[in-house]
Structures are given as C-alpha cells and as structure tokens.
C-alpha cells in the first residue's frame, strides 16, 4: 500500500463511501480506485486529484495532507541536474534495498539527511524504478 493509497481509503471512508460510489464520482472505473487504494497504481492525474478535492469538499487540512501523501506515493524519483556521481550511487542503492528496510534501517537514513540541514525541492532528471 501507498501512503496516498492508504489515504484514499481513510477519505472514502469517512465519507462513508464505496468503491464504486467514488469512482462513480470520479469518473473512473471502480477497479482503478480499488488499484490505487491497495498500492498497484500510483496516485492518478491532476485532473481526477482536482475532481477528487471538489466531489467530496476537501478542507484545506485535508488537500495539504492529499498533495503531500501524492508527492510521498510516487513511483518515479527524480535527481537534480547537480547530483554528484556518489548521490546516484547511494540512489541506486538504496533503490535495490527498498521493499526490504527495516524501521531501524529507514529511521538512520532519515537522521542521515537531517544532519546537512538543506534539502532540493525540485528535481529535474528522472530515474524509473523497476
């Protein structure tokens, strides 16, 4: 499952809402909905996220955590143009171990990155995960 995934469900739910009644909604089919909540496909276009935001009146809390959890789901990572050689190795390594990171393992990686205190916010060149 994916965090937006897993997002989608939590909205629908408390909407009180099947499957088939948002994808009604959305105009989709209901087992694109059933794919993305359980994590087979990423999240969907803008066009169906902005759909999404208005057919079920998304307060502003809510569309903050949507775009966020979107951002967080994506299968696709992106380096900046100014990644060093050693960025794309620890980038190819890190893809190879994923599926398979401990809390331990995720938490170190996490309190790594904090320490430089700077992070890129748009990256440009694009990897694809396989």
């Not at 390594?93 to 401990?102: E, F, K, Q, T, V």
Request: charged fraction near 30%; include cysteine.
């Amino acid at each position: 499952m994916t965090p937006f995934g897993l997002y989608l469900e939590s909205l629908r739910r408390n909407r009180h809402l099947q499957q088939v009644q948002l994808a009604d909604r959305l105009g989709v089919n209901s087992c694109y909905v059933s794919a993305i909540e359980n994590g087979k496909k990423g999240p969907p276009s803008k066009f169906v996220l902005e759909k999404l935001i208005n057919e079920l009146n998304l307060d502003a809390q809510e569309q903050e955590l949507l775009w966020d959890y979107v951002d967080q789901s994506k299968r696709t990572i992106r380096l900046p143009e100014d990644a060093t050689p050693e960025e794309y190795t620890l980038m190819r390594d890190i893809r190879r171990h994923l599926g398979a990171l401990s809390i331990e393992q995720i938490d170190i990686i996490r309190n790594t990155l904090k320490l430089s205190g700077k992070a890129h916010t748009k990256p440009r060149i694009e990897i694809r995960s396989i």
